[in-house]
């Protein structure tokens, strides 16, 4: 009996920590290269139909962006909405996937070299 309750108690202890990390965890970034750029202007609007027959919009932007290195790359995202002229983003990429999330960040936050 002892044995069945440490072996539930251990099962609860890896599930929980399990959906704790799908929780707080964002494994876009992960291994995931990080580049800061600044939105200068407006993403090229595009329109799809889901399979469920719904509508939706992008926004394409392309643009370069700096490491914290200062070293450049071209960057191609696609936003769910137009973001913000004027705002800086940290954007993570990865080699095989190209950028995989972002995040918009003061231009205090940004390594001098990046900006």
Do not use: C, H, W
Not at 34 to 46: A, S
Not at 47 to 70: L, P, V, W
Not at 92 to 104: A, C, L, P, Q, W
């Amino acid at each position: 009996m002892k044995k069945l309750m440490i072996t539930l108690i251990v099962i609860v202890i890896i599930i929980g920590g399990g959906l704790l990390a799908m929780r707080f965890v964002n494994f876009n970034r992960m291994g995931a290269d990080t580049y800061y750029v600044k939105i200068t202007t407006d993403g090229k609007k595009t329109s799809g139909q889901a399979s469920d027959g719904s509508t939706y919009t992008d926004y394409n932007y392309d643009f370069t962006g700096y490491n914290e290195d200062g070293k450049k790359k071209q960057l191609e995202l696609i936003a769910q909405k137009n973001l913000r002229k004027g705002a800086y983003l940290e954007v993570f990429v990865k080699e095989d996937k190209g950028v995989t999330s972002y995040e918009e960040v003061k231009q205090a936050d940004i390594p001098k070299k990046s900006r």
